[in-house]
């Protein structure tokens, strides 16, 4: 029988017998009958040590001739031992070796891109393990917290006809001899289905053919896009500091072992709790001007903005009522302030920048026509968005949630790309 590495810790014993599963983390043989091998599991590592006159020729043979990363299953007594990771390690009395393998491509020291090359086997470092358990329990406990909270989780279709951000940047497909697109946010889906539902929410990939190179986009990213009836954008911006603030405070409390292996001090995140400041973004304009920034009213807050205006807090902020002419099409203007629109971003703090896009929808039939007509999109593509308009309209809100951008935050990465398994960016898109 074998258990994980976790589990021996949890019961560990001198002289207790275990058997273990897994990989070569490390190898190093000392003198000519000694070597240790750290061996990995998807739990953690566990050091052990094989002696050459403690076991079978075979097993010493066998021993020497592993790799890292080879698979193995190994069987030993747990011996105490201060300097081994976790107080115990493993005097191994049998080894079999599952598959020896190939040398490891993979040593120390290697740049970026090789490491964004071999993307398939990098996966398996310690690094890459812990933020890719992050990004699980994170959408977990927002996944959590939707659900309690009244929400149904729904599905879009990802191959669509028409853009939800007014269409610019979308990547095209040749639809059997007719034009579609890959999805660039699930939002309008998500409208169709609150009439209803109520309360929804949708978890799917959205598409960005932008030529952003930057930290902090991909063109394929997670979209979580909650989406309410009978709310408006006071409501929305809580719902959205009351996720964000449940899922991290779920997430230090309850993960500290992955914040250790990423070296990210969960203190920095603990005062990430409600009301998360609020600027109007004229004044979010202004105060980017004080602190040295140079933006004018109708620019968008580009990264250096964005880390010049959320340097000084430790919480998410809020920015809300840009000017309409730089936001879609769906979004309500706000009546107490003509000329700017009832949508908010929500920004990390440190320079992480935005994570969510929000705002409450034009929902009478005339009002979304006018501003169609404005911007001059084509009604024709969107005749089912806007006949949603035409039986039992209601008020409502939503927003966008940028799962990696999210993660990257949380967990302090330093690029996005390692906030997913494969990333898709302008450059990339192998393996
Ligand atoms: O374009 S957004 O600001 N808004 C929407 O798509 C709305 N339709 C959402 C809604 O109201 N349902 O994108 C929302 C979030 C944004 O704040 C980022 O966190 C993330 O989606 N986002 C991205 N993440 C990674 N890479 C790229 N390129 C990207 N674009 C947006």
């Given at each position: 029988?074998?258990?994980h590495?976790?589990?021996?810790?949890?019961?560990?014993?001198?002289?207790?017998?275990?058997?273990?599963?897994?990989?070569?983390?490390?190898?190093?043989?000392?003198?000519?009958?000694?070597?240790?091998?750290?061996?990995?599991?998807?739990?953690?590592?566990i050091?052990?040590?094989?002696?050459?006159?403690?076991?079978?020729?075979?097993?010493w043979?066998?021993?020497e001739?592993?790799?890292?990363?080879?698979?193995?299953?190994?069987?030993?007594e747990?011996?105490?031992?201060?300097?081994?990771?976790?107080?115990?390690?493993?005097?191994?009395?049998?080894?079999?070796?599952?598959?020896?393998?190939?040398?490891?491509?993979?040593?120390?020291?290697?740049?970026?891109?090789?490491?964004?090359?071999?993307?398939?086997?990098?996966?398996?470092?310690?690094?890459?393990?812990?933020?890719?358990?992050?990004?699980?329990?994170?959408?977990?406990?927002?996944?959590?917290?939707?659900?309690?909270?009244?929400?149904?989780?729904?599905?879009?279709?990802?191959?669509t006809?028409?853009?939800?951000?007014?269409?610019?940047?979308?990547?095209?497909?040749?639809?059997?001899?007719?034009?579609?697109y890959?999805?660039?946010?699930?939002?309008?889906?998500?409208e169709?289905?609150?009439?209803?539902?109520?309360?929804?929410?949708?978890?799917?990939?959205?598409?960005?053919?932008?030529?952003?190179?930057?930290?902090?986009?991909?063109?394929?990213?997670?979209?979580l896009?909650?989406?309410?009836?009978?709310?408006?954008q006071?409501?929305?911006?809580?719902?959205?500091e009351?996720?964000?603030?449940?899922?991290?405070?779920?997430?230090?409390?309850?993960?500290?072992?992955?914040?250790?292996?990423?070296?990210?001090?969960?203190?920095e995140?603990?005062?990430?709790?409600?009301?998360?400041?609020?600027?109007?973004?004229?004044?979010?304009?202004?105060r980017?001007?004080?602190?040295?920034?140079?933006?004018?009213?109708?620019?968008?807050?580009?990264?250096?903005?964005?880390?010049?205006?959320?340097?000084?807090?430790d919480?998410?902020?809020?920015?809300?009522?840009?000017?309409k002419e730089?936001?879609?099409?769906?979004?309500?203007?706000?009546?107490k302030?003509?000329?700017?629109?009832?949508?908010?971003?929500?920004?990390?703090?440190?320079?992480?920048?935005?994570?969510?896009?929000?705002?409450?929808?034009?929902?009478?039939?005339?009002?979304?026509?006018?501003?169609?007509?404005?911007?001059?999109?084509?009604?024709?593509?969107?005749?089912?968005?806007?006949?949603?308009?035409r039986?039992?309209?209601?008020?409502?809100?939503?927003?966008?949630?940028?799962?990696?951008?999210?993660?990257?935050?949380?967990?302090?990465?330093?690029?996005?790309?390692?906030?997913?398994?494969?990333?898709?960016?302008?450059?990339?898109?192998y393996?």
């Amino acid at each position: 029988m074998t258990v994980h590495v976790a589990d021996v810790f949890k019961n560990a014993k001198e002289g207790k017998s275990v058997g273990l599963r897994g990989w070569v983390y490390r190898y190093r043989k000392l003198g000519e009958d000694k070597i240790f091998i750290v061996l990995r599991d998807g739990t953690g590592i566990i050091q052990s040590v094989v002696k050459k006159d403690s076991v079978t020729e075979k097993v010493w043979k066998d021993a020497e001739n592993l790799y890292i990363e080879s698979s193995l299953i190994i069987k030993g007594e747990l011996k105490k031992d201060e300097r081994a990771p976790g107080g115990f390690e493993i005097k191994i009395s049998d080894i079999e070796v599952i598959h020896q393998g190939l040398p490891f491509p993979i040593q120390k020291d290697l740049s970026e891109e090789f490491l964004l090359d071999v993307r398939h086997l990098w996966l398996r470092s310690r690094k890459m393990t812990a933020i890719m358990k992050g990004r699980h329990f994170l959408i977990e406990y927002l996944r959590e917290w939707l659900n309690n909270n009244g929400f149904y989780e729904v599905v879009p279709p990802i191959i669509t006809k028409s853009g939800a951000e007014g269409g610019a940047d979308m990547f095209e497909l040749n639809y059997f001899g007719t034009k579609a697109y890959m999805t660039q946010s699930s939002q309008l889906y998500a409208e169709a289905m609150i009439f209803g539902l109520e309360r929804v929410y949708v978890l799917a990939p959205s598409f960005r053919a932008e030529k952003s190179r930057t930290r902090k986009h991909l063109t394929e990213f997670w979209h979580l896009e909650p989406e309410m009836a009978w709310v408006g954008q006071k409501e929305n911006m809580e719902v959205q500091e009351e996720l964000v603030s449940f899922a991290v405070q779920k997430f230090i409390k309850e993960n500290e072992d992955i914040l250790r292996v990423l070296n990210r001090d969960p203190e920095e995140l603990k005062n990430v709790k409600p009301p998360f400041p609020r600027l109007d973004y004229e004044k979010a304009v202004e105060r980017v001007n004080e602190l040295g920034g140079r933006m004018e009213y109708g620019e968008d807050f580009g990264a250096d903005e964005e880390e010049i205006l959320t340097k000084e807090y430790d919480v998410p902020i809020f920015v809300h009522n840009f000017p309409k002419e730089s936001k879609a099409f769906y979004m309500r203007e706000d009546p107490k302030k003509p000329g700017t629109v009832l949508a908010d971003d929500m920004l990390a703090p440190k320079g992480h920048g935005e994570i969510i896009g929000g705002s409450e929808r034009i929902w009478k039939l005339e009002e979304l026509e006018a501003r169609m007509n404005e911007v001059k999109l084509d009604p024709k593509d969107y005749e089912w968005y806007v006949d949603l308009r035409r039986y039992g309209s209601v008020p409502h809100s939503g927003f966008g949630l940028g799962i990696e951008r999210f993660v990257k935050w949380v967990l302090n990465l330093e690029n996005i790309r390692d906030a997913i398994p494969f990333p898709r960016t302008i450059t990339r898109v192998y393996p």
